[in-house]
């Protein structure tokens, strides 16, 4: 008899490297450039302390307190965009992506 445990199609993207970083949440999701905010997951590590967010192309200051938790000072808005996706950088990759949206 065969079984297949692993033949599960995940709900939301994959990390674009094995090993990244995984955002769960943007809190709050939406703001002006110049906010805090902060982003939760899991793996939110880097060997070089070097732990980026990117506001779409633009980086953003990011601490980290914790593998679960960088606080993030939004960047200001690429021209014309409404909302952008988030992601982490770190020395194992990027993470999946979010979506935060300026008002």
Do not use: W
């Not at 094995?18 to 002006?32: F, T, V, Y």
């Amino acid at each position: 008899s065969s079984s297949t445990s692993s033949s599960t199609t995940p709900t939301t993207l994959p990390p674009s490297s094995p090993g990244a970083a995984s955002l769960r949440a943007i809190e709050p999701a939406s703001g002006p450039a110049g906010s805090k905010i902060v982003l939760v997951g899991t793996g939110f590590y880097s060997a070089s302390h070097q732990v980026m967010a990117m506001f779409g192309s633009s980086p953003a200051f990011t601490r980290c307190p914790s593998e679960q938790r960088c606080e993030v000072t939004v960047p200001s808005a690429p021209a014309g965009a409404g909302s952008v996706v988030v992601r982490l950088r770190t020395d194992s990759g990027r993470s999946n992506g979010l979506r935060f949206t300026y008002s």
